[in-house]
């Protein structure tokens, strides 16, 4: 079975800054990864996700992830955030032949102003 | 095209009570899903439809949860008796093709007094 890790429940970071949100995974398979986005009093949002190919993805709202297989990461980063980002971000995973998502428990981002 | 429609968006009921909860998936989606979040916790992955055939119902937690998907359209989800430790954020998810990312309502908020 596979599990993911998100290891910073909340992230506070200034307005402007780059934030790195922190995302690792177990699997004796292949996996694919997904990002999911949470606004306030709204679902679940898809920013991007690695099926195969370039280990380098990139998302909506200016957001990238890298897969490293290696060290079975896939971290999500944003140059430079915005006060619209404060939101819930999600990791996920899911294995060909089981397509049910497995999610971390989220990372809440704060931007200060 | 209209998105994963999910109702009621909130619903309180007593322990003991019965709630049913819908699903409209994104027209076309064979796939649809059904996961869960209890507070402050991971968001689990409860079963997956594929039309109206049940293909994986692992994550049900116990035989008071009834999901049915007749005519591989809508579906709904029931509690019955609902028991304190129900409560929680209740998404449902669709997808065209297996493999390919899921799209998410909003999801129905349940507060079981």
């Known amino acids: 079975a596979q599990s993911v890790t998100q290891l910073d429940s909340q992230v506070p970071v200034f307005e402007e800054a780059p934030v790195e949100l922190r995302c690792n995974y177990s699997s004796s398979v292949s996996v694919y990864l997904f990002w999911y986005v949470q606004y306030p009093n709204q679902g679940l949002q898809l920013l991007l996700k690695y099926l195969s190919g370039s280990t380098l993805v990139k998302g909506i709202n200016g957001f990238e992830a890298e897969f490293n297989k290696s060290q079975t990461s896939f971290h999500l980063r944003k140059p430079s955030v915005h006060i619209s980002d404060t939101a819930e971000y999600f990791c996920?995973?899911?294995?060909?032949?089981?397509?049910?998502?497995?999610f971390g428990t989220g990372t809440r981002l704060t931007i200060i102003p | 095209e209209a998105g994963v429609t999910q109702f009621p968006s909130h619903s309180v009921i007593e322990k003991g009570q019965t709630v049913t909860l819908r699903c409209d998936p994104i027209?076309?989606?064979?796939?649809l899903y059904w996961y869960r979040r209890v507070m402050g916790k991971e968001i689990k992955f409860l079963l997956h439809f594929v039309k109206e055939s049940k293909q994986d119902e692992s994550g049900m937690p116990n035989n008071r949860f009834l999901a049915e998907r007749t005519g591989g359209t809508y579906s709904t989800l029931k509690v019955q008796p609902a028991e304190l430790e129900d409560s929680g954020v209740y998404f449902c998810a669709s997808s065209l093709f297996l493999n390919q990312p899921q799209h998410f309502g909003d999801g129905t908020r349940l507060s079981i007094l």
């Open positions: 027209s076309g989606h064979d796939n």
């Open positions: 996920a995973v899911s294995v060909s032949g089981n397509e049910k998502l497995t």
